[in-house]
């Protein structure tokens, strides 16, 4: 099968569409023939090294956390799922990724595809929205009526928790510059505020949640949108930064010693609780997502598919921050 690898550490161009011997399920496991994946910011964090103090690899290693296809052979003990199931998922990065034409994946780790989307769309979906749900539900237990900040609306996570915020009964400011305002309205934000020309934390005040993408001093304003006993869900670890500057395995230990630090000031100095929001690897935590989609509440928003050969133009573009939702890979083409 062709599959996207990584033989070391390195620039998009480490990246190499190659063919490889199609893996065998295990008794849980289902063999899915990938129509579609998606690329997010962990993918180029991992690829770079970065991240080599949390996820170190054995290399050559297949790259990818989010896939959309077909059961092609279930293993022995497989109870969830048959053979021509359409399925997705967000497994593990404890196996080999979603970047390939042929997927195993513990039946566990997937869920029935929503019967509405088409797989490039399905295959946007999983990463960001266990991540948000794990933000706004499990986190930040947001519930109608409240107010929540979401930064970065257009990103990959972003465009999918302001829908999820107001799928909830939240009201929805977000962040986002002016050329992407009329996107993140058209998905429901409510308040939008451009980050280039207004400081949100002048605009806001007694917020319930905050939603933070950005870390750094974007984080540290935040706490004066919340009111004390609100919930910041940080997304960011600080790894890459603190690898760039003292290598992947001192900047480790520092990433570290700077969430504890922002934790202790929120708490502190704001009353605020700050939570560190962890994806799932976990099917069933899609389902209510799956409901979400397939009722029209929430929809997949996509910048640009790129062909399973032009990976590394695919990490280039989401490489530069710039992205609107999400950058997908057409695996089947
Ligand atoms: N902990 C976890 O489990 C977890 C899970 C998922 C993601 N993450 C992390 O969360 C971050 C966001 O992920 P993502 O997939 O949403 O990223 P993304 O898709 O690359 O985000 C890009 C978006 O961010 C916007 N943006 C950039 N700077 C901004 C600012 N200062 N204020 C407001 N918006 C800004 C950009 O809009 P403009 O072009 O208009 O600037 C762009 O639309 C990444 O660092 C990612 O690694 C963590």
């Known amino acids: 099968m062709r599959a996207a690898r990584i033989h070391e550490y390195g620039p998009p161009e480490a990246l190499r569409v190659e063919e ?40 050559p290693w297949i790259l990818g956390l989010d896939f959309s296809g077909v059961v092609v ?21 404890r196996r080999p990724g979603t970047y390939a034409e042929y997927l195993c994946v513990d039946e566990r780790q997937a869920a029935h595809k929503p019967t509405n989307l088409t797989h490039l769309e399905a295959a946007s979906i999983p990463l960001v ?62 308040e939008v505020i451009d980050y280039r020309a207004q400081r949100f934390d002048e605009v806001l005040s007694g917020y319930d949640f905050v ?30 930064e603190a690898a760039e500057k003292y290598g992947p395995w001192r900047g480790a230990p520092v990433a570290i010693g700077g969430l504890v630090a922002v934790t202790l ?36 928003v996509i910048d640009r598919v790129y062909p399973l050969a032009e990976i590394a133009e695919a990490h280039r573009h989401q490489e530069t921050g710039r992205a ?4 997908v890979i057409d695996v089947a083409s």
């Not at 609107?324 to 950058?327: F, H, T």
Request: glycine letters at 12%; a positive charge.
């Open 265 to 300: 000031r929120g708490l502190l100095m704001h009353g605020v609780t700050v939570h560190h929001v962890l994806r799932e690897p976990d099917g069933r935590l899609l389902e209510p997502l799956t409901r979400l989609l397939e009722d029209g509440a929430i929809r997949a």
């Open 129 to 190: 929205g266990l991540t948000a749900w794990d933000a706004l539900v499990v986190k930040g237990r947001l519930r109608a009526g409240q107010r929540a900040l979401i930064h970065a609306g257009s990103g990959g996570v972003g465009t999918l928790a302001i829908q999820l915020a107001k799928a909830l009964g939240a009201h929805v400011a977000t962040t986002c510059s002016e050329r992407n305002a009329e996107l993140v309205r058209s998905l429901g934000a409510d």
């Open 211 to 240: 939603l933070d993408a950005l870390g750094g001093e974007e984080r540290v304003r935040s706490f004066r949108v919340l009111r004390r006993g609100g919930r910041l869900a940080t997304m960011i670890g600080g790894f890459p």
């Open 73 to 93: 052979e279930v293993g022995a003990a497989v109870a969830r799922f048959r053979v021509g199931d359409e399925v997705y998922g967000s497994p593990t990065h």
């Open 20 to 59: 490889v011997p199609r893996p065998a399920p295990g008794p849980r496991d289902v063999l899915v023939e990938v129509h579609a994946a998606s690329v997010n910011p962990v993918d180029y964090k991992i690829r770079s090294g970065a991240q080599r103090a949390l996820i170190h690899y054995r290399l």
């Open 324 to 327: 609107r939702g999400k950058i």
